[in-house]
């Protein structure tokens, strides 16, 4: 891995080397895999700006109460981290305050779990109100049972990454301020809600049909968001959604109109990724930006076929689609990617149940098919009819050609004879001029 510094946007510079740390207990059922888990985990640390300089796996029978490794293993890390210069331990799992206080002590490093790397990087990147109330209730739930005695136990851990986002403001709380805290960021989160709504039903009075972009981060969501923005606008590219080759590079939701060449509109909204082992303390933030999903009239499910993840990848995509119960939304699985994988390859994962859109999203490579894929999902509720528009009512007939699927049209004497799809909505409208 580079200099996560170097990788473009969000992160400017590396803020500590770090030694990684996962156990994986005989007896914990766990969907996923040490090693995927260790993968992921380094992944997040690189979105974060920590650099990690060593790994180590273990398999145990029992987590050890009291400092989460065994004393082998922590003399060996101190003797590591000396070795390597690093001065933070990161640890695959949530660990209790008492872990974090006895590790932080007998290694004199900083000590960062899965959890709070997790939340450091939705700090950062939250741009909405709603995100950051949501990540920093998110972060009041995991602080709440760590504080011992004074509030300097709490900033020591609830810094963690702590120079930047959340963690800078030193929260100086103890149990009772806290719990006022998370009823105040409870409300305003509520308040907000209602908020979304009424931007929602302006959205919804627009009558466009919305597609939502769904799946793992990193498998290419926001690219394909912008592949779609520029089909018919080339130079238009400011607008864009975020893309990086790291974790969480969206997190709040981003709407855009797409126009397709034969005018077919619809609006395309791109997700927060998912990642494996969400803390339990971010699903209720992680949910929430998912929640627009539920008013969709189509869901992409994006996944990376290159990824050797991907099957999971999918199932766990299903799963969090049917507890958001959005599960009756018509979707189509669409295998970004494409371009990494040899044609042989691409047949394995053709699934006959299933439908399956193979496409690079990078290349552009089978856009086209999935545009008809999404236009035969979207454009069911559309019928083909006949309309003579006189000449006075000039702008009703330029709102046909410009806005809706034409067939054909021309000009006569008596107007303009334009035979296009039009939604129940518009045929309502056009009523008047129905043949
Ligand atoms: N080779 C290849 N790379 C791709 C393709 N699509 C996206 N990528 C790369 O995959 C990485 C992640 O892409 P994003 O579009 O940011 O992924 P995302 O799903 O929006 O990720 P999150 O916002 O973190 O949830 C970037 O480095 C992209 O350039 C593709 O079709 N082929
Ligand atoms: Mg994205």
Redesign the pocket.
């Known amino acids: 891995m580079g200099r996560p510094g170097k990788v473009k946007g969000f992160i400017d510079s590396v803020i500590g080397k770090a030694i990684v740390v996962g156990i994986e207990v005989f007896a914990r059922k766990s969907n996923v895999s040490l090693e995927d888990s260790l993968a992921e985990l380094k992944e997040l640390s690189h979105?974060a700006g920590i650099e990690t300089v060593y790994t180590i796996s273990q398999r145990k029978n029992r987590i050890e109460a009291g400092t989460y490794l065994g004393s082998g293993k922590i003399e060996e890390i101190k003797a590591l981290a000396a070795r390597y210069g690093a001065d933070i331990l990161l640890v695959d799992d949530e660990l209790s305050g008492i872990q974090i206080r006895n590790l932080e002590s007998i290694l004199d490093m900083e000590i960062i779990d899965r959890t709070s790397l997790i939340l450091d990087i939705f700090a950062n990147r939250a741009k909405s109100k709603e995100g950051k109330l949501q990540v920093e209730l998110a972060r009041l739930r995991y602080e709440k049972p760590r504080i011992v005695g004074g509030s300097t136990q709490l900033s020591k851990q609830a810094g963690g990454i702590g120079s930047r986002g959340l963690g800078e403001k030193k929260l100086e709380l103890d149990r009772r301020t806290i719990d006022k805290r998370i009823r105040d960021v409870e409300r305003s989160i509520e308040a907000l809600k209602k908020q979304r709504e009424v931007q929602k039903s302006k959205r919804k009075k627009s009558h466009l049909q919305t597609v939502a972009?769904i799946?793992?981060?990193?498998?290419?969501?926001?690219?394909?968001?912008?592949t779609f923005l520029r089909v018919n606008n080339p130079l238009k590219s400011k607008h864009e959604?975020?893309?990086?080759?790291?974790?969480?590079?969206?997190?709040d939701p981003f709407h855009r109109k797409v126009k397709l060449k034969d005018n077919l509109e619809f609006i395309l909204t791109?997700?927060?990724?998912?990642v494996n082992k969400l803390p339990h303390t971010l699903v209720d933030a992680f949910m929430s930006t998912l929640e627009e999903v539920k008013d969709a009239d189509l869901l992409l499910y994006?996944v990376?076929v290159?990824n050797e993840e991907y099957e999971h990848q999918l199932k766990v995509t299903k799963n969090v689609v049917k507890e958001l119960g959005a599960q009756e939304i018509p979707y189509i699985i669409v295998q970004?990617?494409?371009?990494?994988l040899n044609s042989k390859e691409l047949l394995e994962i053709t699934d006959p149940l299933e439908m399956t859109v193979p496409?690079?999203?990078?290349?552009g490579?089978g856009l086209d098919h999935l545009i008809s894929e999404i236009e035969g999902k979207i454009m069911k509720d559309y019928k083909v009819v006949d309309l003579i528009i006189p000449f006075e009512s000039g702008s009703m007939a330029n709102y046909i050609l410009e806005n809706t699927k034409v067939v054909e049209h021309k000009y006569l004497d008596d107007g303009l004879h334009v035979r296009a799809y039009l939604n129940g909505h518009d045929i309502n409208r056009y009523n008047l001029f129905l043949v």
């Open positions: 979105a972009l799946g793992y981060t990193n498998a290419g969501k926001s690219t394909l968001m912008n959604s975020p893309v990086a080759d790291m974790l969480f590079a969206t997190l791109d997700t927060v990724g998912f994006v990376d290159s970004n990617k494409k371009d990494r496409i690079s999203a990078l290349t490579d």
